[in-house]
């Protein structure tokens, strides 16, 4: 068995993960390389779950019999632990959505009804990355086409890199909101965020970052990435689906207008006009994710009993190994950085001629798990011309032996179809 400096003990890992022992196609073992789409649930979440529904389950804030009680506890509980987990500076920061799309969608949406000196209008532009999941591209797409806004982007270096050499000339003094991924789900690339935040800031333009592809894999601190805005999502970090995180800065989630309406998010109300609940409620429009949300908080704290640091560590050198043994594999381009340097734990590669859905249907007659297509980020594809990638994404559980199949596995595809 391959042995790596860091790694964590995986077989220990694994065993907090049921769908791990499965057995696909005939008996074959379940190697899962998707995880840049959806993480596995450790049996930790999977208890909290049941047994929030089987004792607590009840709506939340303004019942007073004990089942409300409970579940509200349980509920602002998990905004304790999200907020302690990206050391917000307050709790009231922390916005439940159902995933980051709503997340980046909501932060869209508020500014093109704010008022100055936030608001998004035909006098200013909205700069985003050609290397942006469609979550963070099409919502201001939207809000360019409603306003008039100018949409502005950053484009991609031959080895998957944002291209910065024009950063004066995209981020200028009519930018309202700089948008873009700490890590991308398509090309792994990391991102550098502290120069593309220090523009930003000279011309006075907010700063939203997609971490959905960041918060599972690396310590997530909202107050050293000095942005605005942070989104990230609960299912890629072992935590339920129907559950995200908006986090804001506080100053601003008190002066922007909310996006939804309906209850729990209310003041007072009357026929003529409506007053709003203080942040973060008056985000939280209608009966929240709840069980969703207590999920999460159990998610938080089975990663933080494990530590992302070292999870990160685990990750770099899983990550490293991978692009080494890939590089093995004949006639296989990855598609974005070459090297494990300033990566994250999602590699994406075409396979000569091979179509990406032929070669992850094959891989999966083996039992192995990627994803193919264009991984919501078709620009990326367009701009390295090629139709769709193979992707495979590594987590904490994931382990050397795994990547080692991968790549007998694509062996076996290459000799499948000649």
């Known amino acids: 068995m391959t042995q790596l400096p860091g790694l964590l003990d995986t077989e220990a890992i694994r065993k907090d ?60 509980g998990a905004r304790d632990k999200v907020a302690a987990f990206i050391n917000a500076p307050s709790r009231d920061e922390v916005i439940f959505t159902k995933n980051a799309s709503e997340s980046l969608n909501l932060v869209a949406n508020m500014l093109g009804w704010a008022d100055e000196p936030y608001r998004v209008d035909s006098d200013t532009e909205i700069v985003i990355t050609e290397m942006e999941h469609h979550s963070n591209i099409v919502p201001w797409q939207l ?25 004066d000339e995209i981020i200028t003094e009519k930018t309202k909101i700089v948008s873009f991924v700490l890590v991308s789900n398509i090309l792994g690339t990391v991102n550098p965020v502290e120069a593309i935040v220090r523009r930003a800031q000279e011309v006075g333009a907010l700063v939203c970052i997609d971490a959905s592809q960041a918060a599972p894999h690396m310590p997530l601190d909202v107050q050293a990435l000095q942005a605005d805005f942070v ?17 804001g800065r506080q100053e601003l989630l008190e002066d922007l207008p909310p996006f939804l309406g309906g209850g729990e998010m209310i003041e007072t109300v009357s026929m003529q006009s409506s007053t ?70 999602a590699i994406s590669f075409t396979l000569g001629d091979i179509h990406p859905h032929d070669v992850g249907q094959v891989l999966d007659e083996q039992g192995i798990a990627v994803r193919v297509g264009h991984h919501c980020a078709r620009p990326v594809c367009l701009r390295y011309g090629i139709p769709a990638t193979t992707r495979a994404s590594f987590y904490l559980y994931s382990s050397p032996a795994e990547v080692d199949a991968l790549v007998d596995g694509l062996e076996h595809v290459r000799n499948f179809f000649g």
């Open 17 to 76: 993960f049921p769908v791990l022992d499965r057995r696909v196609h005939d008996g074959k073992k379940l190697v899962y390389l998707d995880n840049a789409a959806t993480s596995q649930t450790p049996r930790q979440v999977l208890d909290v779950l049941s047994e929030y529904y089987e004792q607590h389950n009840a709506n939340v804030h303004r019942g007073v019999h004990v089942l409300a009680e409970e579940a509200t506890a349980l509920y602002e």
């Open 143 to 167: 809000l360019a086409q409603r306003t008039g806004a100018k949409l502005k982007w950053f484009g991609l270096t031959d080895d998957g890199r944002l291209d910065l050499s024009n950063l």
């Open 231 to 247: 989104a990230f999502t609960g299912h890629k970090m072992c935590g339920p689906t129907g559950i995200g995180v908006l986090w």
């Open 276 to 345: 709003y609940a203080p942040a973060p409620h008056k985000f939280e429009a209608g009966t929240p994710p709840i069980a969703q949300a207590v999920g999460l908080g159990a998610a938080i704290d089975y990663l933080t009993s494990i530590g992302m640091d070292k999870v990160l560590a685990h990750e770099q050198a899983l990550t490293e190994y991978a692009v080494k043994r890939l590089a093995e594999v004949a006639d296989l381009r990855i598609i974005g950085p070459a090297t494990a340097e300033e990566r994250g734990a």
